[in-house]
C-alpha cells in the first residue's frame, strides 16, 4: 500500500484530516491538508519523550492549538471545542488523525489505533 493511501485510510475512517510523519522527521504522507511545521513536528516528537511540557505547550497542528489530554509516550490527545487530534506512534511513524463534533474521542481513538496497529503489522 502506498503511503498516501495509507493518509487516505485516516479521512476514510471520519477524520476531518489526517498525516503519517517518519519518527525522525519527513511527511510520508497527509490528506485534506493535514501539514506540521517543523516547529509543530519537533514540539510533538519531543511530547511523546517528555509529556508534562505538553501542559504548558498544548498541541500544535496545522496552526491550531489544542489542549493536551491524557498524553503518554506513545499517544497524545488533544482538543479544542468540539473538534480534537489523536497523535500515535508506532515503530517508525507518527500518525495523526484531527476529527471535529462528528466524531467522539472514543471512536477516533479505536479508529486511529486501527491504522497504526495495521501499519506495525507491516513493518512501520
Given at each position: ?13 471520519g477524520?476531518?484530516?489526517?498525516a ?105
Amino acid at each position: 500500500m502506498s503511503w498516501q493511501a495509507w493518509a487516505d485510510t485516516i479521512t476514510n475512517a471520519g477524520f476531518k484530516c489526517g498525516a503519517i510523519y517518519g519518527q525522525q522527521g519527513g511527511c510520508w504522507a497527509q490528506s485534506n491538508g493535514c501539514t506540521l511545521s517543523d516547529e509543530e513536528f519537533q514540539k510533538i516528537s519531543h511530547g511523546f519523550q517528555d509529556v508534562s511540557q505538553l501542559g504548558q505547550t498544548g498541541l500544535v497542528v496545522n496552526g491550531i492549538k489544542y489542549f493536551a489530554l491524557l498524553c503518554d509516550d506513545t499517544t497524545l490527545r488533544g482538543k479544542k471545542g468540539d473538534n480534537g487530534v489523536l497523535i500515535i506512534k508506532s515503530n517508525q511513524a507518527i500518525v495523526i488523525g484531527v476529527f471535529d463534533s462528528r466524531m467522539q474521542p472514543g471512536e477516533a481513538n479505536l479508529k486511529l489505533d486501527d491504522v497504526v496497529k495495521n501499519l506495525k503489522n507491516s513493518g512501520y
